[in-house]
């Protein structure tokens, strides 16, 4: 683990390399899983806000399932999740031909809301888990990722570089920077063995 501000992080989130494709995934991540997405308390505000504006973005059976469960619920560990469908969707998730996407980021992208995702959707496969006096973040390596691996072996795309955005969303650009400086620092070292 490496140390960097306030924030524990495991040293495969700037030595393994990761690059979203949904082409060949189709977006699995929003369909399997054993919870929904995890969501932060102030999220679970902003969305309930939020909701009538992404609701137009939204499949019908997540609609349905929203008015009967609502938007989260409690998963058996106690974190506060997105609601899931009974085959395991995510309620937000929507289709695009054969590829899961997430309604809330499109209604975002059509500028209706100023919610973009869940914080722990937009940093995976980077979960992190926040303590008294820092945040823990830990790589999260799972088979059907396994072409967004490819991909950024391929493109030779480090984590935190392709997580640049939502990393800074969760951390702020200071530590981003701080966490960028440590990786080439590692990354020169390496070079020069």
């Avoid at 495969?12 to 929904?36: H, M, P, S, W, Y």
Wanted: charged residues 25%.
């Amino acid at each position: 683990m490496l140390i960097v501000g306030n924030a524990l992080v495991s040293e495969d989130i700037i030595e393994k390399n990761f690059a979203c494709n949904t082409r060949a995934c189709l977006g699995a991540c929003c369909v399997q899983g054993d919870a929904g997405a995890p969501l932060l308390a102030e999220e679970i505000d902003v969305l309930e806000k939020e909701l009538p504006a992404i609701e137009p973005y939204l499949a019908k059976a997540g609609l349905e399932n929203i008015a009967l469960h609502g938007f989260h619920t409690t998963d058996p560990e106690g974190e506060i999740v997105t609601t899931c469908l009974p085959g395991g969707e995510c309620s937000f998730l929507v289709y695009e031909g054969m590829t899961a996407k997430c309604g809330i980021e499109n209604a975002w992208r059509a500028g209706k809301t100023i919610f973009q995702k869940p914080v722990s959707c937009h940093l995976y496969p980077i979960r992190f888990k926040q303590y008294a006096e820092y945040t823990a973040l830990n790589y999260h390596q799972w088979e059907i990722c396994e072409p967004a691996c490819k991909r950024g072996d391929k493109e030779n795309i480090p984590i935190h570089a392709f997580l640049k955005e939502a990393l800074i969303r969760k951390m702020g650009e200071e530590w981003y920077a701080e966490l960028f400086e440590v990786a080439a620092k590692r990354a020169s070292q390496k070079n020069n063995r």
